[in-house]
Structure formats: structure tokens, C-alpha cells
């Protein structure tokens, strides 16, 4: 099962690649906005001390609006830096502290403040793809899938899979070590996977 899962998932990839290809020269679309998350959400990001986002490449959606919000209710944000075989976050404001770095993503500065991951309240995290059920396909490096391994059973962390809406798809094979996140946000649409699960359970 496990390597069927993953020839799907690579076969996947290459599929999104080559559509991505294809619609190259597009804007990026822009997350949607806080205040049209559904309340539980709201109050969750605008109420964390800590929140993780990311630089976006590619398709992934920009986070201008939410960061906007987190910084006007004094919410401290930190970005993802590319250490080794894993990623570390920084606390990071403003646009010199930032440097090009692996993969050609922007990451924070060496030097910055690090932030320990025990301390992080919700993470926005980005994606090739996801479906309904929180089932995240990245880039195969497996990056934050270690990143919150140990973090996910804690009962503090929140992870909020950040996808376009052409990009949130039926389904996505799954294996043991995939990150699934607790809910997904594209430009358009929020899901709650806990809910979204309890009414496919109900139908």
C-alpha cells in the first residue's frame, strides 16, 4: 500500500508541475481573509502568541492580508529556515531580514531570534496540494513533516494547510508519516477537517 501511495504521490506531482507550467506568468492569489474564517479560527490565530507562516513560491498563496491582521493585534510571527535535513523557525518583521536561500525560497537571516517550537500556537503552512480531510502532499523533502512530529499530539499546536482552490483536491494518498493539518485555507474557501469529517460521518 505504502508504494502505491507513493507512486500516486509522485505521479501527482509531476501532474501539478505540468499544469503548473502550463499556467506560468499567472498572479498569485491571496489567501483569504481572516475575518471570513469561520470564529473558531479567528480567535485562534488572533489570539496565539506565536505563529509560524512561510515565504511563498510558486502557486502558494500570499499571506499579505493575514500578516497585516497578526501585526495589527501584535502577534508575533516567524519563517522557516532551511538548517541541515530540517527546517528552524526565526522571528522575522520586515523585508531586510530576509535572504535568498534553499531552493530559492527567502528565509530569515542567520542571527534572528530563534524560536523554539514548543512555543509556536499555529503554523500556516503551505502545500502542493491538499484534500478535505487535512491529507498535505509537499514537495517530498519531508520537511515539515519532521518538523511536526512531535509537536502534533502537544495540544497546543494548530496547523492550517495553505492551498489555491484549484490545488484543493478530492483526494491524496496518505502515508503513516504525512503531515495532516487541522484545517485548510485557499483564496476562497475555509475547511475544518474535524468538521468537515463529523458530517461525512452524518451523511
Known amino acids: 500500500m505504502n508504494g502505491n501511495a507513493r507512486n500516486l504521490k509522485k505521479l501527482t506531482r509531476r501532474v501539478l508541475r505540468d499544469r503548473r507550467k502550463l499556467c506560468s506568468g499567472k498572479e498569485?492569489?491571496?489567501?483569504?481573509?481572516?475575518?471570513?474564517?469561520?470564529?473558531?479560527?479567528?480567535?485562534k490565530i488572533v489570539g496565539a502568541n506565536i505563529v509560524a507562516a512561510y515565504m511563498p513560491i510558486d502557486e502558494e498563496p500570499l499571506l499579505d492580508g493575514v500578516l497585516k491582521v497578526l501585526a495589527e493585534k501584535n502577534v508575533k510571527v516567524c519563517f522557516p529556515r532551511v538548517e541541515g535535513d530540517d527546517i528552524v523557525f526565526y522571528e522575522a518583521y520586515s523585508e531586510d531580514s530576509f535572504e535568498e536561500g534553499s531552493f530559492s525560497i527567502r528565509e530569515p537571516r542567520s542571527g534572528l531570534l530563534l524560536v523554539e517550537p514548543s512555543k509556536i500556537d499555529v503554523m500556516l503552512v503551505p502545500g502542493m496540494a491538499f484534500d478535505r480531510k487535512g491529507t498535505r502532499l509537499g514537495r517530498g523533502k519531508g520537511f515539515y513533516d519532521r518538523?511536526?512530529?512531535?509537536?502534533?499530539?502537544?495540544?497546543?499546536?494548530?496547523?492550517?494547510?495553505?492551498?489555491?482552490?484549484?490545488?484543493?483536491?478530492?483526494?491524496?494518498?496518505?502515508?503513516?508519516?504525512?503531515?495532516?493539518?487541522?484545517?485548510?485555507?485557499?483564496?476562497?474557501?475555509?475547511?475544518?477537517?474535524?468538521?468537515?469529517?463529523?458530517?461525512?460521518?452524518?451523511?
Open 28 to 43: 498569485p492569489v491571496m489567501v483569504r481573509d481572516i475575518e471570513n474564517w469561520p470564529k473558531k479560527w479567528q480567535d
Open 147 to 203: 518538523f511536526c512530529r512531535d509537536l502534533k499530539g502537544n495540544g497546543r499546536l494548530s496547523i492550517i494547510g495553505v492551498v489555491s482552490e484549484k490545488n484543493l483536491l478530492p483526494a491524496i494518498p496518505r502515508e503513516p508519516w504525512d503531515l495532516v493539518v487541522d484545517a485548510v485555507v485557499t483564496e476562497s474557501s475555509f475547511t475544518d477537517v474535524s468538521e468537515y469529517e463529523k458530517n461525512e460521518v452524518d451523511q
